[in-house]
């Protein structure tokens, strides 16, 4: 039987395209959305669509508890479509609370749940002024202050929730800045670019991946290393397809 995986954030940029990922690889995809009306579109992707809110640990729980996944992937984020400046301070605001709040959420239901493998969405541009490239082992900039300081707090906390879980193989894939279909920019923007189906094929990857860890998942440039994703992960910016990616492995 297909292993079953909680792809809470199916609806959003990266879920969108990591759902026919995740089915043709063979998975049962349980995929969360808080909005009752996006069920039906789920369901006609192939998958099981689980409508409940991330800040309501008791549902969440309950309902990760039903399915009983094997790995639960956060691609979850609450921020406008088209990053409007104008609306980003109040965005970065719920965006942190998704991150504090509902990952922590998440990460006791899937450990409730008895999940073996866990993998959330970070970022790439939250680490502390220094010498670049950036790798994983810097430090992130719990220094900034003002709108900056409200999101790597976010990230902070995401990334010491799941990496901090027990008897799960964790990953944090610290994303770049994201376009294609689905984001807010049609061509790569900022210093650390990554396509949106790259990024999904970086989840992928890291499901894969039983040790877990940190990962910057960009675009090569000056700004981020990404040799640690070659190297452990298989991973490379703008390959096709499924290329590259092993059979899905069995159940541990």
Do not use: C
């Not at 400046?85 to 109040?90: N, Q």
């Amino acid at each position: 039987m297909s292993e079953k995986v909680f792809l809470a954030g199916a609806t959003g940029a990266v879920g969108t395209a990591l759902v026919p990922l995740l089915l043709e690889a063979g998975y049962m995809v349980y995929g969360s959305t808080r909005n009752a009306e996006r069920a039906d579109a789920l369901r006609a992707l192939g998958v099981q669509p689980v409508v409940v809110d991330v800040f309501d640990a008791a549902a969440l729980e309950a309902a990760m508890k039903a399915i009983g996944p094997w790995a639960v992937l956060h691609q979850l984020t609450d921020l406008p479509k088209d990053l409007d400046p104008a609306r980003m301070a109040d965005a970065a605001v719920r965006n942190a609370r998704v991150r504090t709040e509902g990952t922590r959420n998440l990460v006791a239901a899937a450990l409730a749940a008895g999940a073996k493998r866990l993998v959330a969405q970070s970022i790439a541009w939250a680490y502390a002024p220094g010498a670049r490239p950036y790798t994983e082992d810097r430090p992130l900039d719990v220094d900034a202050e003002g709108a900056r300081r409200v999101s790597v707090g976010g990230v902070v906390a995401l990334e010491q929730s799941v990496l901090g879980a027990k008897g799960i193989a964790a990953t944090v894939l610290r994303y770049g800045q994201l376009y294609g279909p689905g984001t807010s920019a049609a061509e790569p923007k900022g210093p650390m670019p990554l396509h949106v189906a790259d990024a999904a094929r970086a989840a992928l990857l890291a499901l894969r991946h039983p040790a877990g860890g940190i990962f910057n998942i960009a675009e090569d440039s000056a700004e981020v290393s990404t040799e640690k994703a070659k190297r452990e992960l298989g991973w490379h910016a703008a390959a096709q397809g499924l290329a590259g990616i092993p059979a899905k492995e069995p159940r541990r």
